[in-house]
């Protein structure tokens, strides 16, 4: 009778390596956990819908919806790169005092769904983008950004270059 126990066959073995060879990843994963900023920064970025077309002119459009931010709380900036950054902060209606308060002036949320608090939207811009002519217009909710395109360089110029006659008294193979 043969009896054989843990060969690099054995299922208990390779189950045993592959989870020391996986305790590596886990421990980075535990300690480099992401911080709550982190999470709820990347929540907002996802959580704010954008559509981008493109014109036929090769304008780039970008919409963003909005609603019940006001414009002034609204930040639209071109960043190295060309990093197209729109950002900015809805926050609670004023007749609701501020966090915290809402109690204090009879205001009680039964409900609450729509999201509080900042957000941001970053959209990398194509080199032919023309980074003086960025608009931005707010209107019924809406951020409407317009990048247009640059006009495509002029193909250089051919040189003319004067020809020179030599004289008579000139030799050659002098």
Request: no cysteine; net charge negative; aromatic share 6%.
């Amino acid at each position: 009778m043969e009896f054989s126990f843990g060969g690099f066959g054995d299922p208990l073995f390779s189950a045993a390596v592959q989870q020391l060879m996986d305790l590596p990843d886990e421990l980075e994963r535990q300690l480099n956990a992401p911080t709550r900023a982190y999470v709820r920064d990347r929540r907002a970025m996802a959580n704010t819908p954008m559509d981008v077309k493109e014109l036929p002119s090769g304008a780039i459009v970008l919409a963003v919806d909005m609603p019940g931010v006001s414009p002034a709380d609204v930040k639209v900036q071109v960043e190295e790169g060309n990093v197209l950054t729109i950002s900015g902060e809805r926050k609670r209606p004023a007749e609701d005092g501020a966090a915290g308060e809402g109690e204090k002036q009879g205001v009680k949320y039964l409900r609450m769904e729509r999201r509080m608090g900042k957000f941001m939207r970053r959209f990398p811009l194509p080199e032919s983008a023309d980074l003086d002519t960025v608009r931005a217009e707010y209107k019924d909710g809406v951020l409407t950004v317009t990048v247009d395109k640059k006009p495509p360089p002029e193909p250089p110029k051919p040189r003319v270059v004067q020809v020179q006659v030599g004289g008579a008294g000139d030799q050659q193979g002098k």
